[in-house]
């Protein structure tokens, strides 16, 4: 479980390669979970690249079956507070402490993740979006500091559209990839894996080097 703030704990999973170059929050969106299976493969991908990874669920369960759900996941700062929330807990968790983060996300799950960036910038090194929402993030998008990569499917219309217009209000470092072929959901596994190789190589530019005092993963939490 994952403290995010004094109140709520989170279920994620953790996992942080031996010589770890940083560690990523992954999140989907509210309406799914860490156990997405495209997630889930993502966070693999991730992994055989040096990464750490945080597979997280940014309702609990409790939130998930309640009525108030579709309110709730629509909430960029809620949900935004909840992974700024998350970085700080890998700042302070030993076998992550000294690494950058990094956050992705997909669907509304990418909405969050530049919520969280533009809330705490100090808590954040680079965001990828995949074929996300990060329209969501309204009008604090100029207010986000770190590095930012937006990957779209080229056969997404409205999703191109979307981004198009969030990318234009973007501020920080910024790169748009569109992925030929691919659809909002990038069902395919040769997409899934192009997709991991370019959001990886943006984390790793911009997380940094390896800790001298790297150690070998911890079985991921359940």
Do not use: C
């Not at 479980?1 to 989907?28: K, T």
């Not at 299976?37 to 309640?66: I, K, N, V």
């Not at 965001?127 to 986000?144: E, H, I, N, Q």
């Amino acid at each position: 479980m994952v403290p995010v703030d004094d109140a709520v704990l989170l279920r994620g999973r953790l996992a942080v390669p031996a010589g770890a170059r940083g560690v990523v929050v992954l999140a989907r969106g509210s309406d799914s979970s860490r156990q997405s299976p495209r997630l889930a493969q993502t966070s693999h991908l991730f992994q055989a690249m040096g990464l750490g990874t945080l597979l997280l669920d940014l309702l609990t369960s409790e939130e998930m079956e309640e009525r108030r759900t579709r309110q709730l996941r629509f909430n960029m700062g809620l949900l935004g507070m909840r992974m700024a929330g998350a970085a700080r807990w890998l700042q302070r968790e030993p076998v992550t402490t000294g690494l950058r983060v990094g956050y992705f996300g997909a669907h509304t799950g990418a909405g969050a993740a530049l919520s969280a960036a533009a809330f705490r910038p100090d808590f954040v090194e680079a965001v990828v979006s995949r074929g996300g929402r990060p329209d969501l993030a309204g009008a604090v998008l100029p207010r986000v500091k770190a590095p930012t990569l937006l990957l779209v499917g080229g056969a997404d219309t409205l999703g191109l559209d979307i981004n198009r217009r969030a990318y234009a209000e973007l501020r920080a470092k910024k790169h748009m990839e569109i992925i030929p072929g691919a659809t909002h959901h990038f069902q395919e596994d040769a997409e899934l894996e192009q997709v991991a190789e370019l959001a990886g190589e943006w984390f790793l530019q911009y997380l940094g080097q390896p800790r001298d005092d790297a150690e070998e993963a911890p079985a991921p939490a359940p």
